[in-house]
């Protein structure tokens, strides 16, 4: 099935804040508000950083928050800091009680 | 604290079948949602199944006449099984548990080759 839709690349200076977009359709992301983000280091398992659309787990910044409106969902990672150099993804379920991952965005820190 | 163990072949032939098998240990594997992801060398995180401590189970569309997934709660382990592998189906394999709709609690991930 096709992977929701995220921008290749990302970058920003250290103390700004940077924005991820997911776009998928109203059969995932515009269909419910259960939208995940995950961040991976290379050679590491991911981790989740944010679940149902804005929801933090226990000991994830607060630098991180999430949105939604319509068919796209969105990462926001304030005062950026190098550890936050690495790969990000999103995640929403879909009709059919299946998920589909986004195609991963690289987000450096200049 | 509750720590996930992939275990399973590294390498498979084409056409061979897949089983994977994932140990939840400092936790119980009841009451929770358990799933499988894998990545492909260089590529992007894919998602496979998941399963409900019950035996309720969902797979990718893609995946779905190849695909199936078990749970032993006497074990404390949930197990994944491909057939028909092929060279495509290389790639880290993840399994996780469900917070809500998100994974939040991971494997360190086993890599299987497929390979003649």
């Known amino acids: 099935q096709s992977a929701l839709t995220q921008p290749a690349s990302v970058s920003g200076s250290p ?10 359709t109203s059969s995932d992301i515009g269909g419910y508000f259960l939208v ?5 280091h290379p050679g590491t398992a991911p981790k989740l950083m944010i679940y149902d659309v804005s929801n933090r787990p226990s000991g994830v910044s607060n630098r991180f928050s999430g949105s939604k409106s319509g068919n796209t969902a969105s ?36 | ?15 061979e079948t897949l089983s994977l098998t994932c140990t939840v240990s400092g936790g119980s594997i009841s009451g929770h949602y358990w799933g499988w ?12 199944a998941y399963i409900y401590y019950s035996g309720k189970s969902n797979y990718d569309p893609s995946l779905i ?4 997934m078990s749970v032993d709660t ?19 394999y993840f399994c996780a548990r469900y917070l809500s709709s998100g994974l939040d609690l991971w494997g360190q991930g086993i890599l299987v080759h497929v390979s003649s």
């Open chain 1, 75 to 110: 990462l926001t990672i304030s005062g950026l800091q190098a550890e936050d150099e690495a790969e990000y993804y999103c995640t929403s379920k879909r009709s059919g009680d299946t998920y589909v991952f986004g195609s991963g965005t690289k987000v450096t820190v200049l």
């Open chain 2, 74 to 92: 006497s074990r404390n382990q949930f197990s994944l099984e491909l057939s028909s592998v092929t060279a495509a189906d290389t790639a880290v």
């Open chain 2, 37 to 48: 992801v894998r990545q492909p060398p260089g590529k992007g995180l894919e998602w496979i």
């Open chain 1, 36 to 40: 995940s983000w995950y961040q991976q």
């Open chain 1, 15 to 24: 103390g700004q804040s940077i924005t991820i977009s997911c776009t998928g």
């Open chain 2, 1 to 15: 604290q509750v720590q996930l163990q992939e275990s399973g072949p590294g390498l498979l032939m084409p056409s």
């Open chain 2, 65 to 68: 006449s190849r695909v199936a």
